[in-house]
């Protein structure tokens, strides 16, 4: 069960139930993978609304590490969302808004 509290999400990736998180340290894991200096360039980064389908894939995966799951990005890439593209948008933008909107 997900802890809102904690920015926690809940998320199906292959047909299986994951707890996704940005912890500090998946948030430093983003800062590096997006060559930003700082977590104001990194919020700005994510709110431009400019996202790759490989950024995508890079949230993910740090929420994944974040959640306790200690999956290589090899892994998480192959993985499927209900939805295809827009259900990795969906996963992403309540990742965000669980990490830096409050939660609700």
């Known amino acids: 069960m997900v802890n809102k509290h904690r920015g926690e999400i809940s998320a199906t990736l292959d047909g299986r139930s994951w707890t996704l998180c940005l912890t500090l340290g998946a948030l430093a894991e983003l800062e590096a993978g997006f060559e930003v200096e700082n977590l104001t360039q990194l919020t700005e980064r994510m709110a431009s ?28 890439f192959e ?9 990795y948008a ?11 909107g409050g939660g609700e």
Not at 52 to 57: E, F, G, P, V
Not at 79 to 87: E, F, V, Y
Not at 90 to 100: E, H, N
Request: glycine share 16%; net charge negative.
């Open 49 to 76: 609304g400019n996202l790759s389908s490989r950024d995508m894939l890079r949230i993910i995966g740090a929420g994944l590490r974040g959640g306790g799951h200690p999956l290589p990005d090899e892994e998480i």
């Open 79 to 87: 993985m499927q969302a209900d939805g295809a593209a827009l259900g």
């Open 90 to 100: 969906r996963i992403v933008a309540q990742l965000l808004q669980a990490t830096f």
